[in-house]
């Protein structure tokens, strides 16, 4: 029962525009059940809507990759996973392959822009 109750919460939160209250009940949702993997990727689109990419975002966007979960914005999530990545020197074997990622994903972009 209160897993509806918090859904509803997101979708008024959603309805009234206020992204921040829905993000407030999803980081609750999370804490109390971090095994609800459904979750994150609706949290981490909701973080590069309102444009974060502190580390508790960061966190939420290194989990969506971690598990391989469906978001609409994956290729953004990799993009800011990876410059974190770049900032920190990291080179072990998950930064290089959100690096590997990111640089495929930067070749399909510009052979686009080539066509």
Not at 29 to 38: F, S, Y
Not at 48 to 68: M, Q
């Amino acid at each position: 029962m209160q897993g509806l109750w918090h859904t509803m919460r997101i979708l008024a939160c959603f309805l009234k525009s206020d992204y921040a209250a829905a993000g407030a009940v999803l980081e609750q949702m999370i804490a109390r059940h971090p095994e609800k993997l459904r979750l994150y990727p609706l949290l981490a689109d909701l973080y590069l809507v309102l444009g974060r990419r502190d580390e508790r975002a960061l966190k939420i966007f290194e989990t969506v990759i971690r598990f391989n979960l469906e978001s609409r914005y994956l290729e953004k999530i990799h993009s800011a996973v990876a410059e974190k990545y770049l900032r920190e020197y990291r080179m072990d074997s998950d930064a290089i392959t959100v690096l590997e990622h990111e640089l495929a994903a930067e070749c399909r972009r510009r052979q686009v822009e080539l066509c």
